[in-house]
């Protein structure tokens, strides 16, 4: 995945790193299902590939959404956290959770938690965003 930068416009930067399914998606597996480990990631729903795994999560530590190290509780396994700017991105997460859920035929716990979310505002993210520190930035 390439992330040459086409312009200098904000949302065209966010796009050309963002703007995938794929990466979103497991951004939303480390905020909100606590996956770390790279077999987790395989068995989202979605059927992500062993190879575009692989290079989105390469490419998300390239650009310093996320950091890989091992992990100390199996010496065999990587484990992927989130970087600060990883963490920002929970309400653009939270955002589109929102948004699909209003507008699109979501399941309906996974839009209850999203309405949820949503409706605790900027409180209710910077709590998120506390636990998320606590839990990815060591």
């Known amino acids: 995945m390439s992330t040459r930068e086409k312009s200098g416009c904000p949302i065209n930067l966010s796009l050309e ?30 059927g992500i590939s062993s190879r575009t795994l692989a290079e989105r999560l390469q490419t998300l530590q390239d650009e310093g959404i996320l950091t ?8 065999l396994k990587t484990v992927y956290r989130l970087t600060e700017a990883g963490i ?18 979501a399941n309906d716990q996974l839009a ?10 900027d ?13 990815h930035i060591v």
């Not at 480990?37 to 729903?45: G, I, T, V, W, Y």
């Not at 209850?112 to 505002?121: C, Q, S, T, V, W």
């Open 17 to 46: 790193l963002l703007g995938d399914r794929w990466t979103l998606l497991i951004i939303r597996d480390l905020i909100f299902a606590g996956k770390k480990h790279f077999r987790e990631f395989l068995r989202s729903d979605e």
């Open 68 to 75: 890989r190290g091992d992990d100390p509780t199996h010496g």
């Open 88 to 105: 920002d991105l929970l309400p653009v997460l939270a955002t589109l959770g929102a948004w699909g859920s209003k507008h699109r035929k």
């Open 112 to 121: 209850r938690i999203a309405n949820e979310l949503a409706a605790g505002g």
């Open 123 to 135: 409180a209710a993210l910077d709590r998120m965003k506390v636990a998320l520190r606590a839990e």
